[in-house]
């Protein structure tokens, strides 16, 4: 299993910018293939907001489209999402999720972090 933590977020206000982290740690995986950041909002499903692969392949939901930014560091491990022109709809816990292969090669697992807070507030 891989240890997945988020860090970044906090209390800002609408118009400005937060980098998130998603750190992965443990030697237990072959390849990350895919990173997926989530954010939940109180009293509203998660939602998938966007995505990079380990070739570099991102996508983004189309809410976030045009503002959000994924980006990875194979060096550290490490996927970052940053955040431009917050709004107050951008208040969630945003937490990300890698899917990864072990050592095999043949089985794929996931491993998710606890979350960071985002909240945009004036």
């Known amino acids: 299993q891989v240890q997945v933590v988020e860090s970044g977020g906090g209390l800002v206000q609408p118009g400005e910018s937060l980098r998130l982290s998603c750190a992965a740690s443990?030697?237990?995986?072959?390849?990350?293939?895919?990173t997926f950041w989530y954010r939940q909002a109180p009293q509203k499903s998660r939602e998938w907001i966007a995505s990079?692969?380990?070739?570099?392949?991102?996508n983004y939901a189309d809410s976030v489209k045009g503002r959000f930014t994924i980006s990875r560091d194979n060096a550290k491990n490490t996927v970052y999402l940053q955040i431009d022109g917050l709004k107050p709809e951008d208040t969630a816990l945003y937490s990300c999720?890698?899917?990864?292969?072990?050592?095999?090669?043949?089985?794929?697992?996931?491993?998710w972090g606890r979350g960071t807070q985002v909240t945009v507030s004036s």
């Open positions: 999720r890698i899917h990864y292969l072990g050592f095999d090669r043949t089985k794929s697992y996931d491993s």
């Open positions: 443990g030697a237990f995986f072959y390849t990350i293939e895919t």
């Open positions: 990079i692969t380990s070739s570099d392949s991102a």
